[in-house]
Antibody, heavy 117, light 109 residues
Framework: EVQLVESGGGLVQPGGSLRLSCAASGFTFSSYSINWVRQAPGKGLEWISH????????YYADSVKGRFTISRDNAKSSLSLQMHSLRDEDTAVYYCAREYYTRMDLWGQGTTVTVSS | QSVLTQPPSVSGAPGQRVTISCTGSSSNIGAGYDVHWYQQLPGTAPKLLIYGNNNRPSGVPDRFSGSKSGTSASLAITGLQVEDEADYFCQSFDSRVWVFGGGTKLTVL
């Protein structure tokens, strides 16, 4: 089955760190760029990071630049998002999404990150 | 404040036609970047509904259609069904940033 499965979410205190993972299966992971998109409770979608198929190019939204790091391991068909200096406003469901010509054609089910003391 | 502007809500009766607008600017939609639409049913992940302005992925009913003109795009849904009740988001690209609309909640009366 073609799918993305996120994991690693949880409750973390402000200023803390968390590492999210995204496991891909059913397709050639190394052929696709992948994005992280998040959705705060009751809010819309916010793109936060992009990595090309062989990690040549990485982009971040201003809201997470300098705090979050995206990486991938094509041999393991996996993607990670290392998050540091977490803030209340980082509370959201985090999705990984496969990209094809700027469209996100496959999404994971999401993992929830709650930043609270 | 989203880069792309959508109405917060639209509604329609079963069988009717509704449209959802998505307004951008000369740096995103107006620059020629494609517009994509996503449907998010309650409690689920977004799903690609329309890509490349007016193309439907396999499995999406032809009741859903998209269009683009200038700095705006629209999603049209004809023959509204109860199961169409969801949030709809437009998305485009803008100077190394992937941008979304704020989302539109469709209520089927």
């Amino acid at each position: 089955e073609v799918q993305l499965v996120e994991s690693g979410g949880g409750l973390v205190q402000p200023g803390g760190s968390l590492r999210l993972s995204c496991a891909a299966s059913g397709f050639t992971f190394s052929s696709y760029s992948i994005n992280w998109v998040r959705q705060a409770p009751g809010k819309g979608l916010e793109w936060i990071s992009h990595i090309t198929s062989h990690s040549d190019t990485i982009y971040y939204a201003d809201s997470v630049k300098g705090r979050f790091t995206i990486s991938r391991d094509n041999a393991k068909s996996s993607l990670s998002l290392q998050m540091h200096s977490l803030r209340d406003e980082d509370t959201a469901v985090y999705y990984c999404a496969r990209e094809y010509y700027t469209r996100m054609d496959l999404w994971g089910q999401g993992t929830t990150v709650t930043v609270s003391s | 404040q989203s880069v792309l502007t959508q109405p917060p809500s639209v509604s329609g009766a079963p069988g009717q036609r509704v449209t959802i607008s998505c307004t951008g600017s000369s740096s995103n939609i107006g620059a020629g970047y494609d517009v994509h639409w996503y449907q998010q049913l309650p409690g689920t992940a977004p799903k690609l509904l329309i890509y490349g302005n007016n193309n439907r992925p396999s499995g999406v009913p032809d009741r859903f259609s998209g269009s683009k003109s200038g700095t705006s795009a629209s999603l049209a849904i004809t023959g509204l069904q109860v199961e169409d009740e969801a949030d709809y988001f437009c998305q485009s690209f803008d100077s190394r940033v992937w941008v979304f609309g704020g989302g539109t909640k469709l209520t089927v009366l």
